[in-house]
Structures are given as structure tokens and as C-alpha cells.
Nanobody, 125 residues
């Protein structure tokens, strides 16, 4: 089992920044690749970012490329999502995910076994 706890969400004005954190505990083997997703009301869960164990390889959804950056500190079992130039359309509950079953399927929420409870991000215009 893996437990994931997100933090760092909040209310920010358009153009502002937030940094989300996801603290992980449990089976370390399930934390090799970590993902970030988000879900706005009435919409499907959307891929935001993924990062491999070393942190060298990252992937981003098209809507956040160039604005969001994923990173990790394995000594702290924590992954981060730095969000800059936030837009109202970034408003959503943000989730981190672990236990990726296939590294090729990082884009799909169904590919992850473990999820955090989510943290709300609200961007005002």
C-alpha cells in the first residue's frame, strides 16, 4: 500500500503561482513514477504531469507545458508541482498518483493504483 497526501492548494489570482506537494509513504517500489492529474467540476480527470524516479524524465499535458514543472525529492518521498502563470481554467482539484503499472501509460489515470485525496486550486480572473 501507498499513502499519498497532497498539500499547497489554495486561491490565487490569474498570473500567480502555487507549488503543490505530494508526500508519499508505504511501498517504495510503487513510487518510481509519479503522476499529477486534475479534475474540474463536470469534467473528466485530466493528465497534468508525470515524473520518473530520478526526476530526469518528465511529461506534461499540452495545456500546462511551459507553465508547470514537476520535481521530486526522494529523500523526503515527496513530489512537487510548481505552477506558474496560472489561468482561471487551471481551477480544479489536483491529485497525485503512484503505482504506475506501465511506464508507457503514464498519461492515463486508469494506469495508476494509488491516489491522494486531492487539493483544491482556484484561480480567480
Amino acid at each position: 500500500q501507498v499513502q499519498l497526501v497532497e498539500s499547497g492548494g489554495g486561491l490565487v489570482q490569474a498570473g500567480g503561482s502555487l507549488r503543490l506537494s505530494c508526500a508519499a509513504s508505504g511501498r517504495s517500489g510503487s513510487m518510481d513514477a509519479m503522476g499529477w492529474f486534475r479534475q474540474a467540476p463536470g469534467k473528466e480527470r485530466e493528465f497534468v504531469a508525470a515524473i520518473n524516479w530520478s526526476g530526469i524524465t518528465t511529461y506534461y499535458g499540452d495545456s500546462v507545458k511551459g507553465r508547470f514543472t514537476a520535481s521530486r525529492d526522494n529523500a523526503k518521498n515527496t513530489v512537487y508541482l510548481q505552477m506558474n502563470s496560472l489561468k482561471p481554467e487551471d481551477t480544479a482539484v489536483y491529485y497525485c498518483a503512484a503505482g504506475l503499472r506501465s511506464s508507457r501509460d503514464y498519461y492515463y489515470s486508469r494506469s495508476y493504483n494509488y491516489w491522494g485525496q486531492g487539493t483544491q486550486v482556484t484561480v480567480s480572473s
